[in-house]
């Protein structure tokens, strides 16, 4: 094995002459021919890189927190014209897409986006009414606002329009400041203020590239959200769904319940649940999974059944028995709704507060839903960019009395399914919306409020993602913690509460991990020169009078006295144990560096209590494998003097072979 | 070097047969005689971990948060009697250090005792006039405190009683919500409130172990805001230095300086000037470092200063030539307080708002000192019972006229210099003060203000550590950012805000460690089979259709996405420079795991949509090196069936053996 060694000596020996952050890489295809090795027996150290510069260091930090994506790259040395157009391009993927757009692309988009426009117009008017807003602004937003994303964004598969778990949001909220019923209008005027905020905070994320803030919402709490809305969305239905007239404004699962039994000996109308439930059985009988190709049905179950139930109840004015319909839905397109929107008054503090969350919310979801299917078709997604489009499309929407909309999960999936090629899907679906605002909304009249209801409830049933559920349980117990957190505040408490709840665990759980690094007692692998973590590899043995200890994070303020503290632990319980077997005190303490990828000067003297420590117990400290900044580092603050130039290695095993040879491989 | 290699072989064999977290650790002193090796030439994959279960993994990640210094480890298998006993020493110290308490300790103690006496007595009257008080409540604050810390603490340097910059927090805050002058009696009430509340805080940080929470204070930041704070108070003294009359409340440096020279003209008292300027002098003098015997002229050089002072200003009455004096201080010891304590009203809300400041700022310097002088002598400082040692001391404070106390960093040294053994040292201190307040406090009559400001600015210079400043800068300049911006914030603008900047600069940098960690592309070093980053090492070569990326973070929900998104890019980088090279384009993706400590659900979702990009591209994705814990999941997500279980390996070398076997080295 001293060949190796001696290998890794040549090593230690040029990092040391020619190291320094240069990039002259060469691939070598002919590695293998460099012969013979020389075979003197000594150990060098790791190279010092070149001091990095100030600015540069800033720089690449900078860019790699804001930039990381390079949107700035296809930019790089070309005319000012050509930049001008990239640039608009940009701003505007539809001018660079539609450039190659042709027939066939065309006929996929025409399927995809009737099936969607067919799916939408009913969930539009239930959507509407979960957020207590008259139907038509429900048809609105789906109108658009998908109009203007075919313009500025970049996914190809979103279906835009209002959804679920936003209108839910928008709903509660809402509904805390002012009365959906007493003042309507009032209510309309805060959803369009809260709206408009919503879009900004979007528009302003995605423009200050604050982008990657959303990734701290993590999979398993939105998963425990969507999970709680669902339920608490469903649970909201029974109102129409079984025809009660006075319902509870709370939204946890208990009230609900409770003033569903309230009105169980007279609020009931059993006309009303003989429409809903079989609707809703009908609708849900056609989720169940069929082949790929008839993804139609599920899609226009929601449309058959409104005409269906509505020609039936107006033959039947089942409505005179007490069926609730939705009686009124305003024709024609959107009207202008600028001077509705408070710009004065605390209402603009509250509809910024709501906006704000409504506005996460369904970044969260647009965002999401974007990276999945990017992801499937292999194509990337500037999410800096997908905030600028959806944040303007929203504030135009909120000036159009839309109110906030964003990608839903369920249509997107069935536009992906019925071949979708381009944003123009969209386009076709907001026609068609068009057409029906023009044409046909009075033919809602007779809707039965109970088909929205079973509509929706069908349609959220797909947002409890047991699977996933499941699969977070089996990898990771504490995200199942958040997970479990989020769903059940949502269900038992308030769509805020878990909103709260979900965030605060996640960001416990980065504070947990920045605080409380790993860190792992190395053993010699037998016969052979790698040292790895003894738990995972109980065969690998220790060498007496030596403790290699690797510590698995960056060292920073955070949790440098707890590296500092949880060494030296290590250090006192091997002893104890040693001085039970009575076998040879520690004599060195190798700390493997290379997890330490980087560290500051709260790590720096952290090291220097740890070696004085040391000292006082005779142990010697030693640095296995440190990378780039970290050498830095330790040379900048002189650690380097203090501990000996003599104590640092390129890897465990060079140190190893110099404080105990005769343990090294012959 | 095929020997290693099937020697890795052998390991890989052995670890899937006997690897899973089994802690049978023998050290076996004979390894090198683990003769011969086998010689076939295959390679095996990295064991599984047998499952961990839910509980032992959750209650080590409990463990490892709260009582990572595992306060409970005397009390395992004891009497109960003994576990009582011990319950006690670890609540009161000092019944176990007093057992072996001796006259040669006792002797180091009172010199000690006596020294910080001598200097803690100006110091208060000082202190005290800094956070508008009556001078006795300063001498109060350094008799009941230290003798509380003396039975409850566990460190024996700290040297407990007012300090600057808390004296100038309460000072600060409290006026911003009584007029210390037109009603003092509610500044006081108000002042005892927030001790109370702050003691509070203390107390319940260590009581729920939270104790790692004023870790997130980074070093740098303290630094910063310890210097701008000392700049702060030596500006508050031209007051009493120049003998000023009307004075700014503001605490910045601009209104501070337009005050002064607003007063040039009628307001400065050229005798205030002499005795003020030539004292600070003489105190500056005796600062200039000497021999570490001498540490006692510095100490009690105030003292003197003091004494002379009052006496000169006593014979000459100066004061009728406008010389402010002390005037009044009230003699005997502490009164009973609990009585002025608010605890109704909206005075309640303020008090603990500034407490809880107070309190967390006064535990980061008492920590600070405690950690540092238990370095020193290496003894282990248990951070939560400090923190329950000094709340307590602080709630007893407030109910005898005492505001908030901590460790003091100026006296903490002299004590530690001056030879001190235990906390002995702080009740002789307390006892000198109890015959100051007892006896001779008439005589403080006279004692000029502007000696009172020298002392402080005299004091306060310490505080600015341009050593430590410089260090930062050298070391990492983001820290030197956040130490600016706490220092500037609290020069220019107040101390609240310069301590807010502190914090979130804090919490700004921790953000960005954990959602921008490190990658790094890995060469081979020539003529080895070691692989290292090729910024760091530029003679390390590729292998022509091989990518080997190591991600240098544990993956999860914060930077899941970023880690995969960036790894892409290196991917398509290294694509467009091998077509302009022409050279063969990759095959396989090696990413090297080693420093990849956990991951998350995100994390393995991540690693899937890696996987599915890549084989759009047709690369193969092959992991190296992977955790105990990440092995876990890997398989428990299925991740290992995705890419195919050939695709784990022991090291990249294995990897490489196998992909590209004619690269090895033969």
Redesign the interface.
């Known amino acids: ?1 001293s ?2 060694i001696s ?2 000596d ?2 230690g020996k ?2 040391d002459i ?12 002919t ?2 021919q ?1 012969q013979p ?1 020389p075979h003197q027996h000594q150990v060098h150290k790791v ?1 010092v ?1 070149a001091k990095q510069n ?1 600015f540069k ?2 720089r690449a ?1 900078v860019k ?2 804001f930039f ?3 949107p700035l790259r296809p930019f790089k040395d070309q005319t000012k014209r050509r930049k001008l157009v990239l640039g608009f391009e940009a701003l505007f993927p539809i001018l660079r897409w539609a450039r190659d757009y042709n027939l066939t692309k065309f006929r996929g988009d025409l399927i995809a986006g009737l099936t969607i426009a067919s799916l939408c117009i009913p969930q539009d008017l239930g959507y509407a009414k979960l957020a207590n807003l008259p139907g038509q602004n429900g048809l609105y937003s789906s109108f658009v606002p998908p109009l203007v994303y075919a313009f500025m964004g970049s996914s190809r598969d979103i279906a835009i329009g209002p959804v679920a778990v936003v209108s839910l949001l928008i709903g509660t909220m809402v509904r805390d400041e002012v009365d959906p019923i007493k003042n309507a209008h009032d209510y309309l005027r805060l959803t369009l203020t809260a709206t408009f905020f919503a879009g900004v905070t979007q528009l302003t994320l995605g423009f200050f590239r604050l982008g ?1 803030l959303i ?6 709490s939105i998963v425990g959200f969507m999970g709680g809305a669902a339920i608490t969305i469903a649970l909201q239905q029974f109102k129409g769904l079984l025809g009660i007239k006075t319902f509870t404004k709370k939204t946890d699962i208990v009230s609900v319940m409770r003033s569903v039994f309230n009105a169980a000996h007279h609020g009931w109308n059993w006309q009303t649940i003989l429409i809903g439930v079989s609707f809703l059985a009908f609708l849900l009988l056609t989720k169940v999974k069929k082949k790929k190709k008839l993804f139609w049905v599920p899609a226009i179950a929601p449309l058959i059944s409104v005409i269906v139930s509505t020609f039936f109840v107006y033959i039947t004015r089942a409505d005179k028995e007490g069926v609730a319909i939705v009686s009124k839905i305003r024709k024609g397109i959107n009207p202008a709704s600028a001077d509705l929107i408070y710009f004065t008054g605390d209402n603009v503090i509250k509809g910024f507060r709501i906006g704000v969350v409504a506005g996460m919310i369904a970044l969260t979801e647009a965002i999401a839903i974007g ?1 999945t299917f990017a ?2 078709k ?1 194509y ?1 997604l500037d999410g800096n960019k997908e905030m600028v489009a959806l944040g303007t499309m929203n504030i135009i929407g909120s000036l159009t009395s839309c109110y906030v909309a964003t990608g839903s999960f369920s249509r997107s999936a069935v536009n992906y399914m019925a071949g979708c090629h381009t944003a123009v899907s969209n386009i076709i679906m907001s026609l068609v919306v068009l057409l029906t605002l023009e044409l046909i909304t009075p033919l809602f009249k007779y809707t039965p409020n109970a088909i929205l209801a079973s509509i929706i409830i069908s349609a959220v049933v797909g947002l409890i993602d047991f699977e ?1 559920m499941k ?2 349980w ?6 199942f913690v958040a997970c479990m957190g989020a769903f059940f505040g949502v269900v038992f408490i308030s769509v805020e509460i878990g909103l709260l709840i979900a965030v605060s665990i ?1 960001f416990a ?10 860190t ?2 190395l ?8 040292y790895r ?7 690998a ?4 009078g030596i403790l290699i200890i690797r510590v ?3 060292i ?7 590296i500092k ?2 060494i030296l ?1 290590w250090v006192t319980d091997e002893e104890e144990q ?1 001085k039970q ?1 009575s ?1 040879p005190k520690i004599e060195y303490l190798i700390v493997e560096m ?2 330490v ?2 560290i ?3 790590g ?2 952290a090291l220097e ?1 740890l070696y ?2 040391l000292q ?2 005779e142990i010697e400290l030693v640095l296995a494998n440190p ?3 970290v ?1 830095d ?1 330790i040379h ?2 002189e650690f380097v003097e203090l501990i000996g130039k003599g104590k640092i290695f ?2 465990v095993a060079d140190a190893i072979l110099t404080f105990a040879p ?5």
């Open positions: 094995m060949k190796r290998d890794d040549e090593v040029e990092a020619r190291s320094g952050p240069s990039s002259n890489r060469q691939v070598n295809p590695l293998q460099e090795y190279g890189p100030l260091e800033f930090t790699e927190t990381s994506d390079e990657f990734d701290f919402l993590s999979h398993a990276r992801g499937m292999d990337q996933a699969l977070i089996k990898i990771d117990k504490l995200d996640s759980k980065i504070l947990l991990q920045v605080t409380r690094p790993r792992a007692l053993g010699k692998l037998p016969r052979t020169n790698v973590n003894i738990l995972q590899y109980p065969n043995t220790q060498i007496p698995d994070s960056a920073y303020f955070s949790n440098s006295n707890y503290e949880r632990r040693l077997k076998l290379s997890p990828t980087d500051d000067t709260s720096i003297h209590e004085r420590s006082k117990r990378g780039t900044v050498m580092k900048a603050s390129l890897s005769h343990h090294e491989e012959p």
